[in-house]
């Protein structure tokens, strides 16, 4: 084992030199690799950092999903005078305490960050954290700020994505703030401009407005999730409209620090026919996408091949593509190389990569049909598998069918007084095998999870609806109905 310095805070900015048997860069699902099969070995691991507070741990929980999530629920509570209204009972939303929420909320994420950088750094001796940023020097080396050089026998590239800011004047002011920064704020903002129309846009729209800030959100385009199925998005598009001022077919083009004021600015705003807003906020968050950090490690210099979008490429097996050609004992996962910003598929592909770093004749292949995902916003959306136009491309509009169930047909759609949800399921007509589900509503990333299981375990449309029973009269059986209105082969389920 080399004898380096514990950790960076220690490493002088000389040519020291590393040569673990495993070298990381990322600590979010790459933190995983580290198992027991590593205990005699020399493992350095580093991570540059993701913002304030947050060192350790990855997107997902320091400025992602766990954090995101944690305020979706209370932001949704207070949106119950809403529901309560169409069943006859009076409710009301008295205040909400933005900074108990926040601290509440980082107190549980920044301990678990700090638990695990400790447990890395102090705790383990045969691993050696850097705590800095660093590029990569070829496919098994790096170099950080320090001037510390690692060479390690294998390496896995798990450095993760970052928010895109776009090229408008204004991007680097105290008011301007992504996804990474903005739920850190100090006081609760009353007036939010949210630029962009994806999922992270649509989430903290929700979250804003259902807290009770005035939220306008700005779309380039004509609908908000464009990425979703068709009747989706504009069934979205129409229900968002409802809950805060939506701008669509508009673009920012600058934001200015309000005179005197150092909370506040003034955004500008076009629209596709020229005309020009001056909108006054306390916020503007930008949520226009997000870039693989690709750049930041130096991928390209170092002679790795990337996507046009700079994701790294990876094989089936998570090897690191060079040249064309897979670089052995080099692999890559998370958002760095997939097309899937999701934290179970960066966990599935971190047990890939750990096991074939382990036993490297025996390679495993990553999993990629039937990925799932969800968008926390109000009202739920979640989807799997293929559009309506994707399945029509793959396979034709002849063997096409799809279903589209409205909660509200439903017994306990009734008992919501629900008039918005949707559960749209496409399957091959042929055979009944499953194409896609596509769902907006009341728990929308719950209720999709019987298509999910049925499209990872091959089981058919008529199958999936009549192979099992289902609870009466619980929400689920908005599903059972969508799958019994397509036009598949009956099986002998009855």
């Not at 950790?7 to 027991?36: Q, R």
């Not at 499953?434 to 008529?462: E, N």
């Amino acid at each position: 084992m080399s004898t380096a310095p514990r950790s960076s805070e220690e490493t002088p900015a000389t040519s020291t030199t590393l040569t673990p048997e495993l070298a990381i860069i990322g600590s979010g699902s790459g933190n995983s690799l580290i198992t027991p099969f590593w205990d005699d070995k020399h493992v350095v691991l580093a991570e540059k950092g993701l913002g304030p507070g947050a060192v350790f741990g990855g997107t997902c929980l320091n400025v992602g999903c766990i954090p995101t999530k944690m305020f979706v629920r209370p932001a949704e509570i207070a949106r119950g005078p809403e529901e309560a209204a169409r069943l006859d009972v009076v409710q009301h939303t008295e205040s909400v305490d933005w900074p108990a929420m926040r601290d509440r909320i980082f107190s549980r994420v920044d301990a678990i960050s700090a638990g695990g950088r400790r447990y890395r750094d102090e705790e383990l001796e045969h691993v050696d954290l850097l705590s800095e940023q660093v590029r990569l020097t070829g496919p098994r080396s790096f170099v950080g700020e320090t001037g510390a050089q690692v060479e390690a026998e294998r390496m896995v590239i798990a450095a993760g994505s970052r928010p895109v800011l776009p090229e408008v004047p204004g991007m680097d002011l105290p008011q301007v703030h992504t996804s990474d920064t903005v739920m850190r704020l100090d006081e609760h903002p009353r007036r939010v401009l949210i630029v962009g129309s994806g999922f992270v846009a649509c989430e903290f729209a929700a979250i804003f407005s259902g807290l009770g800030s005035e939220v306008v959100q700005l779309a380039r385009t004509e609908r908000l999730m464009r990425t979703a199925d068709d009747e989706i998005s504009v069934a979205y598009t129409a229900e968002a409209a409802r809950h805060w001022r939506l701008r669509t077919s508009t673009a920012l083009e600058s934001v200015v620090a309000a005179d005197g004021d150092d909370s506040a600015a003034t955004a500008r705003l076009r629209d596709a026919d020229g005309a020009v807003e001056e909108l006054d906020v306390d916020v503007v968050l930008v949520a226009v996408g997000r870039r693989p950090n690709t750049d930041l490690i130096g991928a390209a210099e170092a002679g790795l091949d990337l996507h046009d979008d700079g994701r790294l490429v990876v094989d089936a097996h998570q090897r690191v593509v060079a040249g064309g050609e897979p670089v052995e004992g080099v692999y890559a996962l998370g958002d760095i190389s997939s097309d899937h910003q999701l934290k179970h598929v960066a966990n599935h592909q971190a047990r890939v990569v750990a096991h074939n770093l382990e036993h490297p004749g025996d390679l495993r292949r990553s999993r990629t049909e039937a990925i799932p995902s969800a968008v926390f916003t109000h009202p739920e959306l979640a989807q799997v598998g293929l559009t309506e136009p994707e399945a029509v491309a793959a396979i034709g509009s002849e063997h096409i069918t799809t279903k589209v169930q409205d909660y509200g047909d439903t017994a306990y759609g009734w008992a919501m007084e629900d008039q918005v949800g949707l559960y749209k399921v496409i399957a091959d007509r042929r055979d009944g095998r499953l194409l896609g589900a596509h769902v907006m509503g009341h728990q929308a990333s719950l209720l999709i999870q019987p298509v999910v299981q049925a499209m990872s375990g091959g089981q058919d449309a008529h199958t999936a609806a009549r192979g099992q029973y289902w609870i009466h009269p619980a929400l689920m059986e908005v599903a059972e109905n969508a799958l019994l209105g397509l036009d598949v082969p009956v099986g002998d389920e009855l």
